[in-house]
């Protein structure tokens, strides 16, 4: 009988041992970390997709207001509409820029080319947008163009004087 004792004692272990307990908290840590990971990452998307979609609306919102000054100048006077719309010179041919206070954390470029077919009328132009703090300096618009957040292209035919 007592050696029935014996085995019933080994057989009835309540709790658990300190293995169990190390290898639940291991596999709750891995659990936790593949999650914040998740958010981590998910956060970060989220931020660079608002970055995106903020760009281009910036880029559609210029070439609608570039549009509206084809209206008012002539293929001629087309520097006099861009001054208007406060764009900058760039160093590189046919190349502007602006910081608008309107959208304080970009810089805009806009690109103008005669156009091959018309080039009397028409304007190949194209605004890129860059985020600021990616850009060395305005100016670097010229040298940078891979860098940008946003660009859209159109055609711009001057009907002003038409």
Do not use: R
């Not at 100048?73 to 820029?97: P, R, V, W």
């Amino acid at each position: 009988m007592n050696n029935l004792n014996i085995t019933h004692n080994i057989c009835n272990k309540k709790g658990s041992t300190l293995v169990e307990v190390i290898a639940s908290f291991v596999i709750l840590v891995i659990l936790l970390v593949s999650f914040f990971t998740l958010f981590i990452q998910t956060k970060q998307t989220t931020k660079s997709s608002e970055t995106i979609i903020d760009a281009t609306y910036v880029a559609q919102t210029e070439m609608e207001n570039f549009y509206s000054v084809s209206k008012k100048y002539t293929f001629n006077h087309k520097e006099d509409g861009i001054t208007s719309l406060h764009y900058q010179n760039a160093s590189c041919a046919n190349t502007y820029f602006k910081e608008d206070a309107q959208y304080p954390s970009y810089t805009i470029a806009l690109q103008l080319a005669q156009n091959v077919q018309f080039p009397s009328k028409l304007s190949d132009m194209t605004i890129t947008v860059y985020d600021k703090k990616t850009l060395e300096n305005p100016d670097a618009v010229c040298g940078n163009p891979q860098n940008y957040k946003a660009i859209m292209q159109n055609v711009i035919e001057w009907k002003a004087g038409s």
